[in-house]
């Protein structure tokens, strides 16, 4: 019968402890969600600030709707870029300090936006190892030459960039990884770029809102960042996503980027809420403070056989081995009412399955305990 690779491929995952499957939530903030009428700890959000639900935040959401309506009803070519895109556009431009900024419905399509529509024949792209699944689709089978660089191995990068024939080459890195949660130095990476008359991208996914004292992220490190990219769906807890970057590449992209052209308009709405969420991340640093606090006091309270790699993020992961310990150690947390996900291949390496922990500001104190003491139990 045709099409019956469907059913054998995920039959397939199955037996390989890899088969994907959606949980219903019925509620959750940063700190709690309600599966199956039970509530649990939530260490699986990305909403790291704790401001999905902020009073502010839904406020500007309503009032958004009520100024601009449900939907932008065209993509921003035709006739859907309203003032609220604009507004939260120039509000990204003063808190990254970048000349221009362009809306997209998700990081993972800003990303491939970004990077198909740079790919040509004289374009090299040079990817970190661990970059995210969208960077990879958006650089590799374009026209444009692509390579992976060993993870933070700036020494590597910085030989294939001495080495590398093409005129026009971009290096891109997450600020802070996903699924590792260490950082790029994007100090380093800047220099070498420089030297090497290369360009910088960096997906700021998981560092936008948490770095900096304003929560600029990585520009916070490094000013001269080429091209940044930021979710709104993690710590700005609206959705969407921003490029920032200088005139030409906005002017490029606006003619060039299908992810762009051919897509609906960011709704609004959500633009509007999006500037509140910017301004809030802006002034309340506390927020990342107690980030900090509880994640050191996370890492000071885990055994010494836990294998929790060094981070500098909310990320923190424990690297487990197979698949099977991954998912055995994440059901018996459940059992104590803790809310984690196992992350498996294809998201990390094989051998390399994982707990994945994410520190909120809105945890409590004991909630670390707590998760400290059951991981310290569950993994032996
Ligand atoms: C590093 C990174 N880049 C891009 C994305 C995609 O962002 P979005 O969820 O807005 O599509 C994600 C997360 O999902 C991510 O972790």
């Known amino acids: 019968m045709s099409f019956d690779f469907l059913r054998t491929r995920v ?18 903030n940063a700190r709690h969600l309600v599966v199956d009428g039970k509530q649990y700890l939530n260490f699986s959000s990305n909403d790291y600030l704790g401001l999905n639900h902020h009073p502010e935040i839904n406020k500007a959401l309503a009032q958004g709707v009520e100024k601009f309506g449900s939907c932008s009803s065209a993509s921003s070519l035709i006739s859907g870029y309203q003032y609220a895109h604009q507004h939260l556009e120039e509000k990204v431009c003063q808190w990254l300090n970048k000349p221009k900024c362009l809306l997209f419905n998700s990081g993972f399509s800003a990303n491939q936006a970004v990077l198909s529509s740079l790919a040509n024949e004289n374009v090299a792209f040079y990817l970190d190892k661990l970059s995210h699944a969208s960077l990879i689709d958006g650089a590799f089978g374009q026209n444009g030459y692509a390579k992976r660089f060993k993870h933070n191995d700036y020494a590597h ?11 026009n080459k971009l290096v891109v890195s997450e600020g802070v990884f996903s699924m590792d ?19 910088l991208y960096i997906d700021d996914a998981h560092a936008i809102g948490i ?13 001269d960042i080429d091209i940044i990219m930021a979710t709104c769906g993690k710590a700005i807890a609206t959705s969407g996503a921003f490029i920032a970057c200088d005139n030409d590449l906005h002017d490029y992209l606006v003619n060039f980027a299908r992810h762009y052209i051919y897509s609906t ?14 301004e ?32 500098s ?18 059901n018996k947390l459940k059992a104590q009412g803790i809310w984690l996900t196992a992350i498996r291949p294809p998201t990390v390496a094989k051998g390399t399955s994982r707990l994945r922990v ?20 569950v993994i032996q």
């Not at 499957?21 to 019925?26: D, G, S």
């Not at 990068?157 to 005129?167: A, R």
């Not at 308009?265 to 910017?278: D, F, G, L, Q």
């Open 280 to 311: 809030l991340i802006e002034k309340e640093h506390w927020r990342r403070e107690k980030i900090n606090h509880l994640s050191q006091l996370f890492s000071t309270k885990l055994d010494q056989h836990v294998n929790l790699l060094p981070t």
């Open 11 to 28: 039959e397939q995952q199955d037996l390989l402890n890899l088969k994907r499957r959606r949980v219903l939530v019925e509620q959750q």
């Open 358 to 377: 994410t520190m909120c500001s809105s945890h409590k104190e004991q909630d670390i305990n707590y998760l400290a003491e059951s991981i310290n139990k």
């Open 157 to 167: 990068l910085d030989q294939l960039l001495t080495t590398s024939k093409y005129s």
């Open 265 to 278: 308009a960011m709704s609004p709405a959500n633009a509007w809420a999006t500037a509140v969420s910017i």
């Open 181 to 199: 949660g260490d950082a790029a130095d994007t100090a380093i990476l800047g220099n070498i770029c420089q030297t090497n008359h290369a360009k």
């Open 211 to 223: 770095k900096g004292t304003h929560g600029e992220g990585s520009v916070a490190d490094n000013a």
């Open 313 to 330: 993020s909310s990320i923190h992961a424990i690297v487990l081995g197979s698949e099977q310990q991954a998912i055995e150690a994440a």
